[in-house]
């Protein structure tokens, strides 16, 4: 017993702990309190819950699981009720830096609160490389969006997830649908080897450009035009405009030699001015006769059900490196591969299947 109490790690009996709580019905006095204010649409409730997905303290984690399946709970009511109506629309929007991704989603944000609707903006900032946390430099950049009362912006520190979003970018969404925000904007990083990881979380993934010389097309990845719903040529105004009409003409024709992510909808390019709003309306536009295609299709709740599988696996993944890492001996076992892996002593992957010959044995020692 005592084997056994060492070796299998805290997480995996976080984890047990947290997913029969679950499904008793007593939820915690502070979730309680949280989802009250969530489902009246209060935005310090949301900014509390957004803070308790993101923490990595094992007491509160137990406490965002709760509160996040209370809130997937409630959506299956609504979607049981009023079918993909339910559903927020969910944007993700990415391009490379000085393509003016925080001056679009003001100008955006701004017609889509005159418009009635309610717009939930989470920027993943760049990580400070001291402390981890956001530079929050979105939020100074939309000035007038941060202080609409229809608007949500959270800036959310990346801390070197590749995806360009956070672990926790999944739930923040839900827990913004919950407080009543009918359009959710999760703007990513930059343009990068796996930053259309995004798309896995939205209903539409947009991929925002500049206008420039033109080399910005050889620049792009493939897989990121690929993945793309929706290409936007931005700053077209002033003496900007010639250049983006020829950005808009070299992505038409490029988008005719990539396949569609979709067999009903072709990406259109649009050029746009965040400065003058230009082109904004008309975007809205493209943006509900998109919505409108992929219900009649059934493929816009398609995405979303494939959404949840990816959560799943994101949080799976997590969670076995964070159960790997806290396996008794085995932070010892790892730093010995790392050594003989950096000295040339053992290649790679012959480094990464020891490690896990070694954490299998340490699981079937303690049962």
């Known amino acids: 017993m005592a084997l056994l109490t060492k070796q299998i790690p805290r997480t995996l009996t976080a984890l047990s702990r947290s997913s029969s709580f679950s499904g008793s019905g007593c939820?915690?006095?502070?979730v309680t309190r949280i989802l009250e204010g969530l489902r009246n649409g209060q935005r310090a409730?949301?900014?509390?819950?957004?803070?308790?997905?993101?923490?990595?303290?094992?007491?509160?984690?137990?406490?965002?699981?709760?509160?996040?399946?209370?809130?997937?709970?409630?959506?299956?009511?609504?979607?049981?009720?009023l079918g993909t109506k339910s559903f927020s629309f969910r944007l993700g929007l990415s391009g490379p830096p000085g393509a003016g991704k925080s001056t679009f989603i003001e100008r955006f944000g701004k017609f889509l609160t005159s418009q009635g609707h309610k717009v939930a903006v989470?920027?993943?900032?760049?990580?400070?490389?001291?402390?981890?946390?956001?530079?929050?430099?979105?939020k100074t950049r939309m000035p007038e969006l941060t202080t609409d009362k229809n608007a949500y912006i959270r800036p959310s520190p990346s801390r070197g997830h590749l995806g360009g979003v956070t672990r926790s970018t999944n739930e923040a969404v839900v827990l913004c649908e919950a407080a009543g925000y009918d359009i959710v904007i999760v703007e990513t990083v930059g343009v990068g080897q796996s930053e259309f990881s995004v798309a896995d979380m939205v209903d539409m993934f947009t991929l925002l450009i500049p206008p420039g010389g033109g080399d910005?097309?050889?620049?792009?990845?493939?897989?990121?035009?690929?993945?793309?719903?929706?290409?936007?040529?931005?700053?077209?105004?002033?003496?900007?405009?010639?250049?983006?009409h020829r950005m808009q003409y070299e992505y038409i024709s490029a988008l005719k030699y990539i396949r569609s992510r979709n067999k009903q909808w072709k990406a259109p390019v649009k050029r746009v001015s965040s400065v003058t709003g230009e082109?904004?309306?008309?975007?809205?536009?493209?943006?509900?006769?998109?919505?409108?295609?992929?219900?009649?299709?059934?493929?816009?709740?398609?995405?979303?059900?494939?959404?949840?599988?990816?959560?799943?696996?994101?949080?799976?993944?997590?969670?076995?490196?964070?159960?790997f890492m806290q396996t008794y001996g085995m932070k010892q076992i790892l730093k010995e591969r790392e050594r003989q892996v950096m000295l040339g002593m053992i290649s790679p992957g012959d480094a990464a299947d020891s490690l896990l010959q070694e954490f299998l044995k340490t699981i079937n020692q303690s049962k």
């Open 27 to 30: 939820l915690d006095h502070t």
């Open 45 to 81: 409730s949301l900014a509390e819950a957004i803070t308790l997905v993101e923490t990595s303290h094992p007491k509160k984690k137990e406490q965002a699981k709760q509160l996040v399946s209370q809130v997937l709970h409630d959506a299956r009511q609504r979607q049981y009720a």
């Open 122 to 138: 989470l920027a993943v900032d760049p990580s400070s490389a001291t402390t981890g946390g956001s530079l929050l430099g979105d």
């Open 216 to 244: 910005e097309l050889q620049g792009l990845k493939r897989g990121i035009m690929e993945m793309s719903d929706l290409i936007v040529v931005n700053k077209s105004d002033g003496d900007l405009v010639a250049a983006a």
């Open 279 to 323: 082109g904004i309306e008309e975007l809205w536009e493209i943006l509900q006769k998109y919505r409108k295609t992929m219900e009649n299709s059934g493929d816009f709740l398609s995405r979303r059900q494939t959404q949840q599988k990816s959560w799943m696996w994101t949080h799976l993944n997590e969670n076995l490196m964070s159960v």
